[in-house]
Nanobody, 127 residues
């Protein structure tokens, strides 16, 4: 059974950092693209970042480029999202998602392309 579990969310002050984790079970992350999406109240879900497999290409939304970094630890079967210089507008529920197909710069941010989703972790950036 495919399962994705996010962790690492919380309350942080503007300018602070958090690292989100997406732990997978029931399959190996080595072979699939994994993305992070977020959804703020009253807003649509948006793609934040994605990492492809097996080439490991990474993609980022313009709003997080230079601040967020996605990475994958195959030994731990976990994908991370390191978030630095956090802003109040980063406040949202963050979800990881898996795609069993191929992604590129034209598809990575499309939520409908992803087959499995975690339940999310809340990130709140506030002073």
């Amino acid at each position: 059974q495919v399962q994705l579990v996010e962790s690492g969310g919380g309350l942080v002050q503007p300018g602070g950092s958090l690292r989100l984790s997406c732990a997978a079970s029931g399959f190996s992350l080595n072979y699939y693209a994994i993305a992070w999406f977020r959804q703020a109240p009253g807003k649509e879900r948006e793609g934040v970042s994605s990492i492809s497999s097996p080439d490991g290409n990474t993609y980022y939304a313009d709003s997080v480029k230079g601040r967020f970094t996605i990475s994958r630890d195959n030994a731990k079967n976990t994908v991370y999202l390191q978030m630095n210089s956090l802003k109040p507008e980063d406040t949202a529920a963050y979800y990881c998602a898996l795609m069993t197909g191929f992604i590129d710069h034209t598809t990575w941010y499309l939520s409908r392309a992803y087959n499995y989703w975690g339940q999310g972790t809340q990130v709140t950036v506030s002073s």
